[in-house]
């Protein structure tokens, strides 16, 4: 098996922090060295980062009639690169506050989809883009009943206005397949039930 690097307490250096912007986000150029896989130090590296507050994904499913409840808003982010910006998605929020990620994951779902969630399964932790964002992402999929979910949610005074869609899992999974559902956390998310269905029913239904 092939040994990783693991680096010791001076393996990154960091030179200079300039901040470069600072609103709801903030972005930062950060100079710094960091040891090379030959053991030396690099050069000086100057590279920007999106300072992000860590975020909160989770997927409602209903094991009982095999659901899952997804939300269809309008991302900017999409807005220039795709025919239609609105987009399928998790539940989601941002720690911003002092909250545990759990907590986080109860008052979104019931905020954007009405929906109280009766137990959670984390998923993973990782970073959806590591090459110049911070951002950590709590994945979970949500026990739910989606008996009667649907409508329209979020908080007027954020401008969110999320539509909340019921989908057999079948369907889901089909969306991914076409390129309907073509976020990174749905998708991780869906993938992974796909793989532990079975066990998640068993345990949950």
Request: proline fraction near 5%; hydrophobic fraction near 40%; aromatic fraction near 10%.
């Amino acid at each position: 098996m092939s040994e990783f690097f693991k680096p010791d307490a001076d393996a990154v250096e960091i030179v200079r922090r300039e901040p470069c912007f600072s609103g709801f986000y903030r972005l930062e150029r950060v100079h710094l060295r960091h040891r090379q896989f030959s053991g030396e130090m690099g050069p000086v590296l100057s590279r920007e980062l999106f300072v992000r507050h860590d975020a909160v994904c989770v997927l409602p499913y209903d094991p009982v009639r095999d659901c899952v409840v997804l939300n269809e808003q309008f991302r900017v982010g999409a807005m220039d690169k795709s025919e239609n910006p609105w987009m399928l998605e998790m539940v989601a929020g941002l720690i911003d506050k002092d909250e545990e990620p759990e907590e986080v994951a109860h008052r979104e779902a019931l905020e954007e989809a009405g929906l109280t969630l009766e137990a959670l399964w984390p998923v993973t932790v990782y970073y959806p883009s590591p090459g110049g964002s911070n951002e950590k992402v709590y994945l979970y999929v949500g026990r739910c009943d989606s008996l009667g979910a649907g409508g329209v949610y979020g908080l007027p005074e954020e401008g969110e206005d999320i539509r909340v869609h019921v989908l057999s899992f079948e369907d889901a999974l089909q969306a991914v397949k076409d390129g309907k559902i073509n976020n990174a956390a749905s998708i991780i998310a869906l993938q992974w039930l796909a793989l532990n269905r079975v066990e998640v029913r068993g345990l949950w239904a």
